[in-house]
């Protein structure tokens, strides 16, 4: 099986396997493109809902009684203000969703009762989501402005304008239905701004050099400094807008840097893209409720979600989720966040979690003699196999012959996939120890692990070929 080179070389690739026994390891393809560098951009899947804090070490009952009690109060807290929630942002059905924890702390969105595929699960008013094309008045709405701006302008907004008898209105119970105002205040103060914190240990964004270096992976460094890059553009289109300027001074500017990256970070785990069904409009919103769903794949993703017209002569559109089988009462409702986002470091990156192993989707890196290359199921750069072929003590191979993928060569690249594996997991509870970010921490390691997985498997399957 041959394949042709790059445009810039002239080698080729024979890979040494049989085509008639389909197998995981006969997947194994070179691959000679060259690797673009990771681009950090904003995903428009993007919902995030953090497990709680493991407690850790040993406690007394007492100690896990109080914590019980906490975690149950939170959770009436939690379903009250999402109660309040429904009323004000006029969303629909109201009894369908409770929060809930799962047996690992992991906070989610659950049935009350059991449904049909194809039903009704939410139903919010597009008037009642912040719109990437609705920015507030004072931030510029054209091209030149980032969507994320407009957006996280739109957050700020919420925050800072609402006057302290409105504060004080939504503190309460919310009595007035339909009360977007209030609503949105309910949920930047109930539901986003206690999680900001924890928010901002696990995106990688924050993270600094250690515990980056600690995560061992390329790819994510790189989608962090476009990352890094793109959030300090997006704070100067800030801070050169008239309403920034007018209320500027020294205690204010600290807070409005603060509060812009929270409000940054919301944008980029909570929003997602829409199509608007009457002129085929591509929007970008964040929408309350919503947002507080947690993402799934493959059978774990029961629910769907796409912007309808109740009835043509209605100008309202919906934000509908649907079910996409049937569930029973209590099943918690997952979506997905999109499938750009299957891999473990551009999870990561866009959202803060690492999502459980799936060897279809993990990747990990290695170097040889200096050369990179990230795998990925069924695949072999080309630029290891050259690496590789050249440490062996080949000289450059003639246009003729190329280079063959052999015995040596395959052992040589398993070999290094393995010492790789085994240095992730090498003093790997140490390595974290001083670390105080604990999110940061449980995030990391599980990189870490999953990149160390699909190492191991990678390499037992590529040892097949030469059986």
């Given at each position: 099986m041959a394949f042709a080179p790059p445009s810039s070389c002239t080698l080729f690739v024979v890979i040494l396997i049989s085509l008639c026994v389909i197998t995981y390891?006969?997947?194994?393809?070179?691959?000679?493109?060259?690797?673009?560098?990771?681009?950090?951009?904003?995903?428009?899947?993007?919902?995030?809902?953090?497990?709680?804090?493991?407690?850790?070490?040993?406690?007394?009952?007492?100690?896990?009684?109080?914590?019980?009690?906490?975690?149950?109060?939170?959770?009436?807290?939690?379903?009250?203000?999402?109660?309040?929630l429904y009323r004000c942002l006029g969303a629909e059905?109201?009894?369908?969703?409770?929060?809930?924890?799962?047996?690992?702390?992991?906070?989610?969105?659950?049935?009350?009762?059991?449904?049909?595929?194809?039903?009704?699960?939410?139903?919010?008013?597009?008037?009642?989501?912040?719109?990437?094309?609705?920015?507030?008045?004072?931030?510029?709405?054209?091209?030149?402005?980032?969507?994320?701006?407009?957006?996280?302008?739109?957050?700020?907004?919420?925050?800072?304008?609402?006057?302290?008898?409105?504060?004080?209105?939504c503190d309460g119970v919310a009595d007035d239905v339909g009360d977007v105002r209030q609503g949105h205040y309910l949920w930047w103060k109930q539901i986003l701004m206690p999680q900001a914190d924890l928010l901002k240990q696990a995106l990688p964004t924050h993270w600094d050099g250690p515990q980056l270096e600690y995560a061992n992976c390329r790819s994510l460094e790189l989608a962090v400094?476009?990352?890094?890059?793109?959030?300090?553009?997006a704070l100067s289109d800030l801070k050169s807008s008239p309403y920034f300027v007018e209320n500027n001074d020294?205690?204010?500017?600290?807070?409005?840097?603060?509060?812009?990256?929270?409000?940054?970070?919301?944008?980029?785990t909570r929003c997602c893209g829409v199509t608007l069904p009457s002129d085929g409009k591509r929007l970008i919103i964040v929408?309350?409720?919503?947002?507080?769903?947690?993402?799934?794949?493959?059978?774990?993703?029961?629910?769907?979600?796409?912007?309808?017209?109740?009835?043509?002569?209605?100008?309202?559109?919906?934000?509908?989720?649907?079910?996409?089988?049937?569930?029973e009462a209590n099943e918690e409702v997952n979506i997905s966040y999109g499938d750009q986002n299957l891999t473990p470091w551009k999870c990561l990156a866009s959202y803060g979690f690492v999502p459980p192993f799936d060897e279809a989707h993990a990747t990990a890196e290695i170097s040889i003699n200096g050369v990179w290359g990230e795998l990925t199921a069924g695949n072999l750069p080309y630029q290891l196999i050259e690496a590789s072929y050249k440490h062996l003590g080949n000289t450059q191979a003639n246009e003729k012959d190329g280079i063959q993928l052999t015995a040596p060569i395959v052992i040589h690249v398993t070999d290094t996939a393995r010492k790789t594996a085994l240095t992730l997991e090498e003093n790997e509870d140490d390595a974290i120890s001083s670390q105080p970010n604990q999110q940061h921490q449980f995030q990391a390691k599980r990189l870490r692990m999953s990149q160390r997985l699909f190492?191991?498997?990678?390499?037992?399957?590529?040892?097949?070929?030469?059986?």
């Open positions: 390891a006969d997947s194994f393809q070179p691959n000679i493109g060259t690797r673009e560098m990771a681009k950090r951009h904003v995903n428009h899947h993007n919902r995030f809902i953090f497990s709680s804090q493991k407690v850790t070490g040993s406690h007394t009952n007492e100690g896990e009684e109080l914590s019980r009690s906490k975690r149950e109060h939170g959770l009436d807290e939690a379903n009250e203000n999402l109660d309040q059905p109201r009894d369908i969703f409770q929060i809930k924890d799962n047996d690992d702390g992991v906070r989610g969105m659950y049935l009350n009762y059991s449904v049909e595929a194809g039903d009704v699960l939410l139903r919010i008013p597009l008037s009642s989501c912040l719109r990437d094309d609705q920015p507030p008045s004072w931030i510029a709405n054209n091209e030149n402005v980032a969507w994320t701006t407009r957006l996280a302008a739109s957050l700020l907004e919420i925050q800072h304008n609402m006057s302290d008898k409105e504060k004080l209105r400094e476009a990352s890094r890059l793109s959030r300090a553009g020294e205690d204010a500017t600290h807070s409005w840097n603060d509060n812009y990256q929270t409000a940054i970070d919301f944008v980029q929408a309350p409720i919503f947002d507080l769903l947690n993402h799934a794949t493959g059978d774990g993703q029961n629910a769907e979600f796409l912007l309808e017209e109740l009835n043509k002569n209605d100008e309202q559109h919906w934000l509908v989720l649907r079910s996409k089988r049937n569930m190492l191991n498997q990678w390499s037992a399957a590529l040892l097949k070929i030469l059986r």
